[in-house]
């Protein structure tokens, strides 16, 4: 069983700074590649930024060069460090860890409950 909890959240001014936690509890996480999602309110869920098994590192054009994404496999945790935060940022944001087991054909997929990140002055 994997288990998935975010932390960080909060509320921070524009140009500031938060970093996400991801605490997983379960078997192998060094399999699963992590990606952070978000979504504010009325708008749908998207990719933020996603971190393989090996270290390669993926950022949607709106977050580049202000959040990286990060793991340490001997922690299982994973980490968004957001900086120079904008207004357009706010939104629940989500660790998600996914497998996709190429012999059997299988994919396991695994959500946490969430964060909230709220940039306002």
């Known amino acids: 069983q994997v288990q998935l909890v975010e932390s960080g959240g909060g509320l921070v001014q524009p140009g500031g700074s938060l970093r996400l936690s991801c605490a997983f509890s379960?078997?192998?996480?060094?399999?699963?590649?992590v990606g952070w999602y978000r979504q504010a309110p009325g708008k749908q869920r998207e990719l933020v930024a996603r971190?393989?098994?090996?270290?390669?590192?993926n950022y949607v054009d709106s977050v580049k060069g202000r959040f990286t994404i990060s793991r340490d496999n001997a922690k299982s945790m994973a980490y968004l460090q957001m900086n120079s935060l904008k207004p357009e940022d706010t939104a629940v944001y989500y660790c998600?860890?996914?497998?996709?087991?190429?012999?059997?054909?299988?994919?396991?997929?695994?959500w946490g409950q969430g964060t909230q990140v709220t940039v306002s002055s």
């Open positions: 379960g078997r192998a996480f060094n399999i699963y590649s």
């Open positions: 971190i393989s098994s090996g270290g390669t590192t």
């Open positions: 998600n860890t996914h497998f996709n087991n190429a012999r059997s054909g299988m994919e396991y997929d695994y």
